[in-house]
């Protein structure tokens, strides 16, 4: 049964920091694409950030410069550090995993709060 367990959620203020973390079960890890999704309260999910299997990264605009995916294959976990957050970064935020543009799997999600 393929897992996703993300970690790191949590209440901060604006300005600070947090780090995400998602750990991962699937023998096929090192060379699946995964990724950071998050779902504002009242909106639709939406992509945040990934990491390909060959290490390429992408973001989503509105996090570019204040956040930075990294994986580590051995340990079979990828993180999503968090910097500068603000009020509107709140949202459940999601560890996905797939391949070729497509996420099969899916975490349970944390939440992630950031106080005016």
């Known amino acids: 049964q393929v897992q996703l367990v993300e970690s790191g959620g949590g209440l901060v203020q604006a300005g600070g920091s947090l780090r995400l973390s998602c750990a991962a079960s699937?023998?096929?890890?090192?060379?699946?694409?995964m990724a950071w999704y998050r779902q504002p309260p009242g909106k639709q999910r939406e992509l945040v950030a990934r990491?390909?299997?060959?290490?390429?990264?992408d973001y989503a605009d509105s996090v570019k410069g204040r956040f930075t995916i990294s994986r580590n294959n051995v340990k079979k976990a990828i993180y999503l550090q968090m910097d500068s957050l603000r009020p509107e970064d709140t949202a459940v935020y999601y560890c996905?995993?797939?391949?070729?543009?497509?996420?099969?799997?899916w975490g349970q999600g944390t939440q992630v709060t950031v106080s005016s």
């Open positions: 996905a995993e797939g391949a070729y543009g497509r996420y099969n799997y």
């Open positions: 699937r023998s096929s890890f090192s060379i699946d694409d």
């Open positions: 990491i390909l299997s060959g290490g390429r990264t």
